[in-house]
């Protein structure tokens, strides 16, 4: 049973998959076996394979592009949540604190009235 595969192991799979599509392998052999026998020129197997590149670079550019915005996303994510823990807690400290204080003077005033309405 396999298990589940990396970001890494996804990105290859996927990449071998345009790069090394049967068919257009198939039909790069079968020109290179025409241009070896004389039967079609080699400015013809170029041709193809320079064509055969471009569809290849159209095809992963999507790829590597959906990558590298997924990478830049979740750098910007963990810096967000690594850089802000400190802080969160520095803001939390300081809430605290106010919250004391005003818990301190509603006491204050509290004791007051308590004292006003008992004398």
């Known amino acids: 049973m396999k298990g589940k595969l990396t970001k890494e192991e996804n990105l290859r799979k996927m990449v071998e998959k345009v790069l090394f599509k049967e068919q257009n392998l198939i039909k ?19 041709e193809t394979i320079i064509k055969s590149r471009g569809v290849i670079l159209n095809k992963l550019l999507p790829i590597f592009e959906f990558y590298a915005h997924q990478a830049a996303t979740q750098d910007q994510l963990s810096d967000f949540t690594s850089g802000s823990n400190s802080q969160i807690t520095a803001e939390l400290q300081e809430k605290n604190e106010l919250l004391e204080k005003v818990a301190d003077k509603v006491n204050h005033i509290y004791e007051k009235v308590k004292k006003n309405l008992l004398v």
């Not at 004389?38 to 400015?43: D, R, S």
Request: hydrophobic fraction near 35%; glycine fraction near 6%; avoid cysteine.
């Open 28 to 46: 790069l052999k079968e020109l290179t076996r025409q241009v070896s026998t004389g039967e079609i020129p080699a400015k013809v197997l170029r």
